[in-house]
């Protein structure tokens, strides 16, 4: 029975800004499609049934495990599930990302909106971090939990889908401050219970995916966001886990999201990783920074990008390596293992 959140991982104690032996890290979305043993599963079986199956999504977070020298894993699942347990129709639509059958429009819609306990509708992802964690008892590599923020969240459950300009989703912000002030309560709450619950289940790590918060202007997201975020981060962090804040075009907003909470800072790569350390401040760890689109690249440039990240983080304890965003379908696997590697052989020097 592991009833310890705690391991003494080198992520771990940059999440927590102590020294390193050597720079930790993992990559968003590490398990996925430009794995060959994630899409030999999709051949049988939907990304949801995946998702819902605990024993599947347990050998799903395991594969880039096996496969690279990651200092985290990250739960399999998806920002999404948490809107079915609301009342909304999820199906993810083959070649063309997630579809909400009945998305949010109305003072009514949003009435309507259930906040049920993550125990009752995600149960099959507490499961799945149960089952995660007996299979790295004894290894130094702590588990994340992870859930969308309220507003990713709201832009998806207003919009049906993914969106070019969140037309729907700022137009009930800006349009109905009211009604939208109502739906980001639920959000909250069913956000802060749900990363809650997974720290409770044994995440020892969380991280909070903002992906569309760039789209809002600084005062927008001051407004109609920050507080709500901020409240999901603070039922979060009661665990004394640490919490990772990520969101993607935030150049202009850094100071905010600092603002609304989070150990570490998720940036990506629209800045430079100083830049962004200094306007957050000494006081929180940083996450990030390498392109995505690099890993296409032949390993020379690769390698000179990857340094240069850890030229401007400098050493100073407090930093976790990622990409900006979510590793792509098609990246090589062999630049993966190369860049887990190479990070770690620099950053130990
Ligand atoms: O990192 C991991 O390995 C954990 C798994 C994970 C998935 N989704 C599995 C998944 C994580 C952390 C997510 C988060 C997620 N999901 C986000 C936030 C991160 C980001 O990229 O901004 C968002 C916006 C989503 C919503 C989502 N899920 C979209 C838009 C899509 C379709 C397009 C795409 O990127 O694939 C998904 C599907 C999805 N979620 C897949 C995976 C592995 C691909 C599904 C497949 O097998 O076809």
């Known amino acids: 029975m592991i009833s310890e959140n705690e391991t003494n991982s080198r992520f771990l104690q940059a999440c927590r800004r102590q020294p390193v032996d050597a720079t930790p890290i993992w990559l968003m979305r590490q398990a996925g499609r430009y ?124 919009e049906g889908g993914s969106s070019r300009n969140w037309r729907r989703a700022k137009e009930m912000m800006m349009g109905d401050p009211a009604l939208w002030h109502r739906l980001m309560v639920k959000l909250s709450q069913v956000v802060g219970r749900y990363l809650l619950a997974q720290a409770q289940a044994g995440a020892q790590v969380l991280q909070i995916f903002d992906s569309w918060v760039g789209a809002l202007s600084p005062a927008d997201y001051r407004d109609f966001v920050l507080p709500y975020s901020r ?43 100083d830049v962004a350390w200094r306007q957050l401040g000494e006081e929180v760890a940083i996450q990030g920074n390498l392109d995505p689109v690099a890993l296409f690249s032949p390993w020379p440039q690769l390698k000179q990008r990857a340094q240069r990240i850890l030229e401007l983080a400098g050493g100073r304890p407090g930093h976790i390596f990622n990409l900006g965003h979510g590793i792509l379908p098609e990246t090589p696997v062999d630049n993966v293992r190369r860049l887990v590697d190479f990070v770690h052989e620099y950053s130990s020097q």
């Open 231 to 273: 409240h999901a981060i603070e039922i979060a962090s009661q665990t004394g886990v640490p919490v990772i804040h990520f969101g993607t075009n935030t150049n202009g907003m850094l100071e905010l999201i600092r603002e609304a909470g989070g150990d570490v800072i998720g940036v990506d790569w629209r800045i430079d990783l």
């Open 35 to 158: 794995m060959s043993e994630y899409r030999d599963l999709r051949k049988t079986y939907g990304i949801l049934e995946l998702i819902k199956t605990p024993e599947l999504a347990c050998e799903v977070t395991m594969q880039p495990i096996k496969a690279f020298d990651l200092d985290a894993a990250i739960i399999f699942a998806d920002i999404l599930p948490p809107l079915e347990g609301m009342g909304l129709e999820l199906e993810f639509v083959k070649g063309e990302g997630p579809l909400i059958h009945n998305p949010v429009r109305t003072a009514a819609d949003v009435e309507a909106l259930r906040t049920p306990l993550p125990e009752d509708n995600l149960w099959f992802t507490l499961e799945a971090i149960k089952l995660v964690r007996q299979e790295l008892d004894g290894r130094d590599i702590p588990l994340i939990g992870f859930s969308g923020a309220p507003f990713t969240l709201a832009s998806y459950a207003i």
